[in-house]
């Protein structure tokens, strides 16, 4: 069974990085490279994905143990929805991330649940983004930014992140 587990989490692990170019479980607790989204304007998550490839949301959107948006998520997804309105060619991956308490499996369909509640929020009324432009994923606890054993580390791995597909948009390559 653990074996079982591990491949999962490896093919996941694998899946992310020839998604998204990237090795997010390589990354070292504290030196996440994502930018939180609730503190920047439109023109700087354009400038963040630009320059890093992604952006994070988290902080308060989900409930625990909830894959339900949150009242306080839309100004959010409206940064999100202005800044694929500008670069009208971008493609995201929406990564789903949980902390590392409890089930494995249970974490992996929770963080997946959680990204694709933000695709269906993107593809519907009033932000409208086109479905071929979203992709939703989850890779529950395999790629944490900070240690999951407090509440702040786990509220930090409790994400969805916002990773730019189209390499050629980048300002850094």
Same mark, same amino acid.
């Given at each position: ?22 090795? #997010?479980? &390589?990354?070292?607790?504290?030196? +996440? ?7 920047? %304007? !439109? *023109? ?36 999100? #929805?202005? &800044?694929?309105?500008?670069?009208? +060619? ?7 991330? %949980? !902390? *590392? ?73």
């Amino acid at each position: 069974m653990k074996l079982n587990l591990f491949s999962k989490g490896l093919t996941l692990a694998a899946a992310l990085f020839a998604i998204t170019g990237t090795c #997010a479980v &390589a990354q070292s607790f504290g030196q +996440e490279r994502a930018r939180a989204i609730g503190e920047m %304007t !439109d *023109s700087m998550i354009i400038q963040a994905l630009r320059d890093d490839g992604r952006v994070s949301m988290s902080g308060g959107f989900f409930d625990y143990d909830s894959a339900e948006l949150t009242g306080t998520s839309s100004e959010v997804l409206f940064k999100v #929805a202005s &800044a694929m309105a500008t670069l009208t +060619e971008m493609r995201l991956v929406l990564v789903g991330h %949980t !902390d *590392s308490t409890g089930d494995f499996n249970y974490n992996i369909d929770l963080s997946a649940r959680r990204a694709n509640a933000v695709r269906r929020a993107l593809l519907g009324e009033p932000y409208n983004i086109a479905p071929e432009r979203l992709v939703a994923i989850g890779v529950g606890p395999i790629a944490p930014v900070a240690s999951n054993l407090g509440d702040e580390g786990r509220a930090l791995n409790r994400r969805v992140e916002f990773v730019m597909l189209d390499e050629e948009l980048r300002t850094s390559n």
